[in-house]
């Protein structure tokens, strides 16, 4: 959920419309596989009986919740908002959403791990070869906007903010 709103989110201060097309493909794509995992926890909990929630550890969950899809890391932190990081600079918030994709990869490669059940692993692993493919995408939305960037100015100033200020590294003068 985090992944999919920072991600729409991000848009709004890119400024090259091919890397603004990466993230509403790839925001888009992650409010899917909300959805698909939030289906997988339906189906494997909707019929659970009060014995089986207590012997399988889901007993403090239900307790809240009782089968509802309530969005927490498998810790039980529940998702906030703090999540959405978007810092507005272009690189800053790529790198991040690098370090994003690879974090679920891990996560899917934990969850294929310890998961048994055959229809779960086929749905995993699609969710894990997607997001390599994000991190892909991202990867080369990290290079177009390098390749954007005025290379004299490469990281001395937010490309998405300071197009007006000048150099910040040799204090030219921003015209305000």
Known sequence: MGAATRYLN???????????????DVGTEELAHIEMISAIIYQLTRNLTPEEIKRCGFDTYFVDHTTGIYPQAASGFPFTAAELSC???????????????????????????L??????????????????????????????????VDARNFYAFNPSFDTKAGNLLTKEPCGC
């Open 87 to 113: 810092s507005g600079d272009i690189f800053t918030d790529l790198n991040e959403d690098l370090a994003a994709e690879q974090k679920a990869r891990l996560s899917y490669d934990n969850i294929l791990r």
């Open 10 to 24: 991000q848009r709004y201060s890119m400024p090259y419309g091919e890397v603004t097309g990466i993230l509403t």
């Open 115 to 148: 998961v048994d059940d055959p229809d779960v692993k086929d749905a995993i692993r699609f969710l894990r070869e997607r997001e390599i493919v994000h991190y892909q995408r991202f990867g080369e939305a990290l290079r177009i906007a390098q390749d954007k």
